[in-house]
């Protein structure tokens, strides 16, 4: 079992910047898929981003695309989120998911919140205009 902790959320306005973080506590498989997602209020969660964690690849919402970088350390065990040109409409909560394997990377299963097993609490982002 693993245990995500993300950190790094705030407020800033818009075209500010921020970069969160996910640490991994427990033992974690090389091959993974790990992902952030948002949530705002009254809304669906949403993927924003994915890392396969054997092969580096990366994936993005159409919506962030060219915004966001995700990546993580050598180590494997902590993943960034970083946000640029935030925009009032990427308010929301952010989780870290994990899941064991790096099928859901390679496709667009990531996209799924139903796909992963593993969760943080999640940290607020609120950006105003």
């Known amino acids: 079992q693993v245990r995500l902790v993300e950190s790094g959320g705030g407020s800033v306005e818009a075209g500010g910047s921020l970069r969160l973080s996910c640490t991994i506590y427990?033992?974690?498989?090389?091959?993974?898929?790990m992902a952030w997602f948002r949530q705002a209020p009254g809304k669906q969660r949403e993927g924003v981003a994915a890392?396969?964690?054997?092969?580096?690849?990366?994936r993005y919402a159409d919506s962030v695309k060219g915004r966001f970088t995700v990546s993580r350390d050598n180590a494997k065990t902590t993943v960034y989120l970083q946000m640029n040109s935030l925009q009032p409409e990427d308010t929301a909560m952010y989780y870290c998911?994990?899941?064991?394997?790096?099928?859901?990377?390679?496709?667009?299963?990531?996209?799924?919140?139903?796909?992963?097993?593993?969760w943080g609490e999640g940290t607020q982002v609120t950006v105003s205009s």
């Open positions: 998911a994990y899941e064991r394997g790096s099928t859901y990377c390679s496709g667009n299963g990531w996209r799924s919140q139903w796909n992963f097993g593993n």
């Open positions: 427990g033992y974690a498989y090389s091959s993974s898929c």
């Open positions: 890392i396969d964690g054997g092969s580096g690849s990366t």
